[in-house]
Nanobody
Framework: QVQLVESGGGLVQPGGSLRLSCAAS????????IAWFRQSPGKEREFLAS????????YYSDSIKGRFSISRDNAKNTAYLQMDDLKSEDTAVYYC???????????????????WGQGTQVTVSS
């Protein structure tokens, strides 16, 4: 069974940091683009970052550029989202996603992704 499982969310104060993990089971992440999205109540799911299968090319939304960093460790079958200088507006459920096939270049649209994790809650509050 193909699964993506996010972890690492929690409550953090403004200015703090968290590192989210996205672990794959039932398939290997090799050759798959990985992306991170988030969704707040009443808002559409928002693209944050994506990384191609080699890890050499990454892309970021302007809203988080310079504060968040996406990476991957194919040997561990895991991708990461390092989040620094967190703000209250970063509060959301964070999801990792993979497209339906290997070898696809990173995209920023929800519809380009097929495999989704269950999400992990990030709350930024003092």
């Amino acid at each position: 069974q193909v699964q993506l499982v996010e972890s690492g969310g929690g409550l953090v104060q403004p200015g703090g940091s968290l590192r989210l993990s996205c672990a794959a089971s039932g398939f290997t992440l090799d050759y798959y683009t990985i992306a991170w999205f988030r969704q707040s109540p009443g808002k559409e799911r928002e693209f944050l970052a994506s990384i191609n299968w080699t890890g050499r090319n990454s892309y970021y939304s302007d809203s988080i550029k310079g504060r968040f960093s996406i990476s991957r460790d194919n040997a561990k079958n895991t991708a990461y989202l390092q989040m620094d200088d967190l703000k209250s507006e970063d509060t959301a459920v964070y999801y990792c996603a993979a497209p339906p096939a290997r070898g696809l270049e990173p995209a920023n649209l929800v519809d380009e992704y097929y495999y989704w994790g269950q999400g992990t809650q990030v709350t930024v509050s003092s």
